[in-house]
Protein backbone atom coordinates (compact mmCIF):
# COMPACT_ATOMS: atom_id res chain seq x y z
CA UNK A 1 0.00 0.00 0.00
CA UNK A 2 1.33 3.71 -0.99
CA UNK A 3 1.50 5.90 2.40
CA UNK A 4 0.78 9.41 2.25
CA UNK A 5 4.06 11.91 1.88
CA UNK A 6 5.77 11.70 6.09
CA UNK A 7 4.24 8.69 7.25
CA UNK A 8 5.68 5.52 7.99
CA UNK A 9 5.43 2.00 8.78
CA UNK A 10 6.08 2.15 12.28
CA UNK A 11 2.46 1.61 13.19
CA UNK A 12 2.25 -1.69 11.68
CA UNK A 13 1.30 -5.08 13.35
CA UNK A 14 -1.92 -6.11 15.17
CA UNK A 15 -3.58 -3.60 17.86
CA UNK A 16 -2.60 -0.57 19.78
CA UNK A 17 0.95 -0.06 19.80
CA UNK A 18 2.26 1.49 22.94
CA UNK A 19 4.98 4.95 22.28
CA UNK A 20 6.63 6.85 25.04
CA UNK A 21 7.25 10.61 24.44
CA UNK A 22 9.32 12.78 26.38
CA UNK A 23 9.54 16.43 26.70
CA UNK A 24 6.02 16.16 25.07
CA UNK A 25 4.35 19.18 26.39
CA UNK A 26 5.26 21.80 23.94
CA UNK A 27 7.53 21.59 20.19
CA UNK A 28 8.62 18.61 18.94
CA UNK A 29 7.79 16.21 21.89
CA UNK A 30 4.23 17.58 21.13
CA UNK A 31 3.88 17.09 17.71
CA UNK A 32 5.52 13.56 17.98
CA UNK A 33 2.65 12.93 20.72
CA UNK A 34 0.22 14.45 18.43
CA UNK A 35 1.49 12.50 14.96
CA UNK A 36 1.59 8.71 16.73
CA UNK A 37 -1.23 8.92 18.48
CA UNK A 38 -2.86 9.68 14.63
CA UNK A 39 -1.25 6.94 13.36
CA UNK A 40 -2.93 4.44 16.52
CA UNK A 41 -0.34 4.44 18.97
CA UNK A 42 -1.34 4.64 22.57
CA UNK A 43 1.33 6.97 24.61
CA UNK A 44 2.72 7.40 27.34
CA UNK A 45 3.54 11.49 27.42
CA UNK A 46 6.46 12.55 29.88
CA UNK A 47 6.65 16.01 30.76
CA UNK A 48 7.14 18.71 33.83
CA UNK A 49 3.88 20.31 33.69
CA UNK A 50 0.62 18.30 34.50
CA UNK A 51 -1.98 21.28 32.91
CA UNK A 52 -0.14 21.23 29.10
CA UNK A 53 -0.32 16.97 29.58
CA UNK A 54 -4.07 17.08 30.40
CA UNK A 55 -4.22 19.23 27.17
CA UNK A 56 -2.41 17.13 25.07
CA UNK A 57 -4.65 14.06 26.57
CA UNK A 58 -8.02 16.27 25.95
CA UNK A 59 -6.67 16.33 21.64
CA UNK A 60 -6.22 12.81 21.37
CA UNK A 61 -9.44 11.56 22.51
CA UNK A 62 -9.57 8.23 20.02
CA UNK A 63 -6.33 6.48 21.75
CA UNK A 64 -4.97 5.93 25.47
CA UNK A 65 -2.83 8.53 26.21
CA UNK A 66 -1.22 8.72 30.00
CA UNK A 67 0.05 11.38 31.54
CA UNK A 68 3.22 10.79 33.36
CA UNK A 69 4.52 14.04 35.26
CA UNK A 70 8.13 13.74 35.89
CA UNK A 71 11.39 15.91 36.35
CA UNK A 72 14.16 14.33 33.95
CA UNK A 73 16.95 16.63 35.40
CA UNK A 74 16.40 14.41 38.70
CA UNK A 75 17.63 11.00 39.38
CA UNK A 76 13.64 10.25 40.86
CA UNK A 77 12.27 11.59 37.74
CA UNK A 78 14.68 9.28 35.36
CA UNK A 79 13.90 6.44 38.05
CA UNK A 80 9.91 6.71 37.44
CA UNK A 81 10.17 6.91 33.51
CA UNK A 82 12.57 3.83 33.40
CA UNK A 83 10.18 1.66 35.39
CA UNK A 84 7.35 2.81 32.28
CA UNK A 85 10.23 2.25 30.18
CA UNK A 86 10.88 -1.56 32.02
CA UNK A 87 7.59 -2.62 32.73
CA UNK A 88 5.39 -1.61 29.56
CA UNK A 89 5.83 -3.13 25.97
CA UNK A 90 7.23 -0.30 24.51
CA UNK A 91 7.22 -0.10 20.40
CA UNK A 92 8.82 3.47 20.54
CA UNK A 93 10.80 5.54 22.48
CA UNK A 94 11.37 9.64 21.80
CA UNK A 95 13.68 10.52 23.86
CA UNK A 96 12.88 14.35 23.30
CA UNK A 97 13.03 16.03 26.44
CA UNK A 98 15.07 19.41 27.08
CA UNK A 99 16.23 22.09 28.94
CA UNK A 100 16.65 25.24 28.24
CA UNK A 101 20.63 26.14 30.28
CA UNK A 102 21.66 27.59 26.75
CA UNK A 103 24.69 29.84 28.56
CA UNK A 104 28.28 29.99 28.32
CA UNK A 105 30.27 27.81 29.70
CA UNK A 106 32.01 30.00 32.09
CA UNK A 107 28.68 32.06 33.09
CA UNK A 108 27.12 28.37 33.58
CA UNK A 109 25.91 27.84 37.47
CA UNK A 110 26.97 24.23 38.87
CA UNK A 111 23.30 23.00 39.57
CA UNK A 112 22.08 24.22 36.03
CA UNK A 113 24.91 22.58 34.61
CA UNK A 114 23.92 19.50 36.14
CA UNK A 115 20.08 19.95 35.23
CA UNK A 116 21.22 19.88 31.68
CA UNK A 117 23.19 16.89 31.73
CA UNK A 118 20.48 14.92 33.60
CA UNK A 119 18.64 15.84 30.99
CA UNK A 120 19.82 15.24 27.40
CA UNK A 121 22.93 12.55 28.61
CA UNK A 122 21.49 10.45 31.54
CA UNK A 123 17.60 10.27 30.84
CA UNK A 124 17.97 9.35 27.27
CA UNK A 125 21.02 7.08 28.12
CA UNK A 126 18.98 5.62 31.09
CA UNK A 127 15.45 5.71 29.07
CA UNK A 128 16.86 3.82 26.26
CA UNK A 129 19.31 1.51 28.89
CA UNK A 130 15.33 0.41 30.52
CA UNK A 131 13.63 0.14 27.63
CA UNK A 132 15.62 -2.16 24.96
CA UNK A 133 16.06 -5.42 26.86
CA UNK A 134 11.96 -5.47 26.29
CA UNK A 135 12.88 -4.83 22.84
CA UNK A 136 15.26 -7.45 22.04
CA UNK A 137 13.07 -10.01 23.34
CA UNK A 138 10.12 -9.06 21.19
CA UNK A 139 12.75 -8.66 18.53
CA UNK A 140 11.56 -4.78 17.52
CA UNK A 141 11.80 -1.44 18.65
CA UNK A 142 12.22 2.22 17.89
CA UNK A 143 14.49 4.47 19.40
CA UNK A 144 14.71 8.42 18.75
CA UNK A 145 17.22 10.71 20.62
CA UNK A 146 16.39 14.29 19.85
CA UNK A 147 19.88 16.51 19.23
CA UNK A 148 20.66 18.69 17.17
CA UNK A 149 22.55 20.06 14.35
CA UNK A 150 24.54 21.99 17.13
CA UNK A 151 26.39 18.24 17.80
CA UNK A 152 28.49 18.89 14.94
CA UNK A 153 29.53 22.49 15.90
CA UNK A 154 32.33 21.80 18.05
CA UNK A 155 35.49 23.12 15.86
CA UNK A 156 33.31 26.56 14.81
CA UNK A 157 35.20 29.78 16.03
CA UNK A 158 33.38 32.08 18.07
CA UNK A 159 32.83 34.70 14.69
CA UNK A 160 30.98 32.34 13.15
CA UNK A 161 28.67 31.20 15.61
CA UNK A 162 28.94 33.28 18.69
CA UNK A 163 25.41 31.95 20.70
CA UNK A 164 27.04 28.01 20.51
CA UNK A 165 27.05 27.38 24.04
CA UNK A 166 30.04 24.13 25.14
CA UNK A 167 27.97 21.94 27.45
CA UNK A 168 24.87 22.11 25.35
CA UNK A 169 26.63 21.12 22.14
CA UNK A 170 28.60 18.09 24.21
CA UNK A 171 25.32 16.98 24.99
CA UNK A 172 23.64 16.50 21.54
CA UNK A 173 27.08 15.18 20.29
CA UNK A 174 26.69 12.17 23.01
CA UNK A 175 23.30 11.74 21.74
CA UNK A 176 24.95 11.23 17.77
CA UNK A 177 27.72 8.81 19.53
CA UNK A 178 24.89 6.78 21.27
CA UNK A 179 22.83 6.50 19.03
CA UNK A 180 25.39 5.54 16.28
CA UNK A 181 26.98 2.92 18.42
CA UNK A 182 23.77 1.08 19.64
CA UNK A 183 22.30 1.22 16.40
CA UNK A 184 25.46 -0.99 15.60
CA UNK A 185 25.09 -3.11 18.59
CA UNK A 186 21.09 -3.59 17.98
CA UNK A 187 20.13 -3.69 14.39
CA UNK A 188 20.48 -7.04 13.51
CA UNK A 189 18.14 -8.01 16.55
CA UNK A 190 15.47 -5.91 15.08
CA UNK A 191 15.71 -2.16 16.73
CA UNK A 192 15.84 0.86 14.67
CA UNK A 193 17.75 3.92 16.17
CA UNK A 194 17.79 7.39 15.58
CA UNK A 195 19.69 10.73 16.82
CA UNK A 196 17.20 13.49 15.42
CA UNK A 197 19.51 16.73 14.39
CA UNK A 198 17.40 19.48 13.41
CA UNK A 199 18.43 23.18 12.90
CA UNK A 200 16.43 26.23 14.27
CA UNK A 201 12.82 24.88 15.23
CA UNK A 202 10.08 27.19 15.70
CA UNK A 203 9.30 26.26 19.58
CA UNK A 204 8.86 27.47 22.85
CA UNK A 205 13.16 26.94 23.77
CA UNK A 206 14.33 30.08 22.10
CA UNK A 207 11.63 32.29 23.71
CA UNK A 208 12.54 30.76 27.59
CA UNK A 209 16.29 31.86 26.72
CA UNK A 210 15.14 35.38 26.00
CA UNK A 211 16.30 35.00 22.11
CA UNK A 212 14.27 36.67 19.68
CA UNK A 213 14.95 34.72 16.64
CA UNK A 214 11.68 35.89 14.94
CA UNK A 215 13.75 37.24 12.21
CA UNK A 216 15.27 33.34 11.43
CA UNK A 217 14.37 31.16 9.00
CA UNK A 218 13.08 28.11 11.37
CA UNK A 219 11.68 24.80 10.37
CA UNK A 220 8.41 23.67 11.82
CA UNK A 221 8.67 21.08 14.41
CA UNK A 222 5.88 19.15 12.61
CA UNK A 223 8.24 19.11 9.53
CA UNK A 224 10.54 17.56 12.23
CA UNK A 225 8.83 15.19 13.17
CA UNK A 226 7.78 14.38 9.33
CA UNK A 227 11.43 14.13 8.40
CA UNK A 228 12.09 11.56 11.41
CA UNK A 229 9.38 9.02 10.56
CA UNK A 230 10.58 9.16 6.94
CA UNK A 231 14.40 9.04 7.88
CA UNK A 232 13.45 5.95 9.64
CA UNK A 233 11.53 4.32 6.71
CA UNK A 234 14.52 4.99 4.51
CA UNK A 235 16.83 3.51 7.38
CA UNK A 236 18.59 6.98 8.08
CA UNK A 237 20.51 6.69 11.70
CA UNK A 238 21.14 10.41 11.60
CA UNK A 239 19.02 12.37 10.62
CA UNK A 240 19.42 15.52 9.74
CA UNK A 241 16.02 17.44 8.65
CA UNK A 242 17.38 20.84 7.02
CA UNK A 243 20.21 19.29 5.39
CA UNK A 244 19.80 18.27 1.85
CA UNK A 245 22.98 17.02 1.11
CA UNK A 246 23.28 13.63 2.86
CA UNK A 247 26.96 12.67 1.89
CA UNK A 248 27.88 15.77 3.46
CA UNK A 249 27.05 13.77 6.90
CA UNK A 250 28.56 10.35 5.68
CA UNK A 251 31.40 12.09 4.96
CA UNK A 252 32.24 13.77 8.21
CA UNK A 253 31.18 9.91 9.25
CA UNK A 254 33.52 8.56 7.61
CA UNK A 255 36.67 10.81 8.62
CA UNK A 256 35.55 9.97 12.13
CA UNK A 257 36.56 6.34 10.99
CA UNK A 258 39.11 7.03 8.90
CA UNK A 259 40.84 9.11 12.21
CA UNK A 260 39.69 5.80 14.22
CA UNK A 261 41.32 3.40 12.18
CA UNK A 262 44.48 4.97 11.61
CA UNK A 263 46.10 4.68 15.07
CA UNK A 264 48.67 3.24 16.16
CA UNK A 265 51.09 2.20 19.17
CA UNK A 266 53.73 4.05 17.84
CA UNK A 267 53.93 7.84 18.96
CA UNK A 268 53.18 10.31 15.99
CA UNK A 269 55.89 11.87 14.62
CA UNK A 270 54.89 15.38 14.97
CA UNK A 271 54.89 14.48 18.95
CA UNK A 272 58.13 13.46 18.60
CA UNK A 273 60.03 16.15 17.19
CA UNK A 274 61.64 18.89 19.22
Keep these: MTRPAGTSDLGRGGGARLALVTGA ?15 GYDL ?8 RLEELVAALPNVEVRPLVADLGTDAGVAAVAEICTGRELSMLVNNAGVAHYMPFSQLPADKASELLHVKVVAPTMLARAAVPGMVARGEGTIVNVAGMLAFSGPAPNETLPLRRAVY ?13 LHEELKSQGLRIQAL ?7 EFHER ?9 RMSADDVVTASLRGLAIGEVICAPGVERADLLDAVFKADL ?3 AAQSAQLAERYRTP
Design 169 to 181: TATLAHIVALSQA
Design 25 to 39: SSGIGRAFARRLGAE
Design 197 to 203: CPGVVAT
Design 258 to 260: AAF
Design 209 to 217: QGLDLSAVR
Design 44 to 51: VVVARRRD
